[in-house]
């Protein structure tokens, strides 16, 4: 079956650094999406891996290891208008979108 | 960069009547869009694909009778919410990819809030 796993929730601090994992099982792998989501509001694309490795844009980075079926997001400089949901989805062989759960960031001052 | 636009942001209907939500691409032409719903601290779930001049595709256990889905051109796709009950009040939003790149990212309306009273 095809199957995304994420963490519930996650805090941390203003100005530190919180990396948020994510595992993937799908049919077919097409890529790994991340998109960030403030509450009451539609997501919006953060990153998108395919190779393995790192890609940084700014602040954020986000990783993929296609052997392992793992992913990480990592925001650096933490600010609190970086409190929202992160949702990590994984693009299958039919070009479809699995969906995480999503992930609660929790910043605090 | 692509932008898909929704309208309305937030209705409140009262119960039995019909609701209608627009989604657009407005740089580019979107064969496919997709339709999801989201209530309160859940994850984004999948109601159907819309495919331009053809039928939906809806997924298990969403009642296609009920949500009336049309395709009519390629930057327009439309839901309507028929004889709406209290519990249809979610949060409904459509998205698209740019053809032709097949690793493009879904883009997002902004969502409409459904109230039924």
């Known amino acids: 079956g095809q199957n995304i796993d994420q963490p519930t929730e996650m805090t941390a601090t203003e100005g530190a650094i919180v990396q948020i994992n994510c595992t993937y099982q799908?049919?077919?792998?097409?890529?790994l999406f991340w998109y960030q989501q403030h509450a009451g509001e539609a997501p919006t694309f953060l990153s998108y891996?395919?190779l393995d490795g790192l890609e940084e844009k700014g602040r954020f980075s986000s990783f993929l290891s296609r052997s392992k079926g793992y992913s990480y997001l990592l925001l650096k400089e933490l600010q609190m208008k970086d409190s929202a949901s992160y949702l990590c989805a994984s693009m299958d062989s039919n070009y479809q979108l699995i969906w995480g759960a999503g992930t609660k960031l929790i910043i605090k001052p | 960069g692509a932008v898909v636009s929704q309208h309305p942001s937030w209705v409140i209907c009262k119960s039995g009547t019909s609701v209608k939500i627009e989604c657009r691409s407005l740089?580019?032409?979107?064969?496919?869009m997709f339709w999801y719903r989201q209530f309160p601290k859940q994850s984004l779930m999948l109601m159907a694909t819309?495919?331009?001049?053809?039928?939906?595709?809806?997924e298990q256990g969403v009642e296609k009778d009920k949500f009336l889905i049309n395709h009519a051109s390629l930057t327009l796709s439309t839901l309507t919410v028929t004889s709406a009950h209290p519990e249809d009040s979610s949060f409904y939003i459509c998205s698209a990819r740019v053809p032709d790149l097949d690793h493009s990212p879904l883009h997002f309306g902004n969502g409409t809030r459904l109230t039924v009273t």
């Open positions: 819309s495919n331009e001049g053809s039928k939906a595709t809806y």
């Open positions: 799908t049919s077919g792998f097409n890529g």
């Open positions: 891996n395919v």
């Open positions: 740089d580019f032409q979107a064969t496919t």
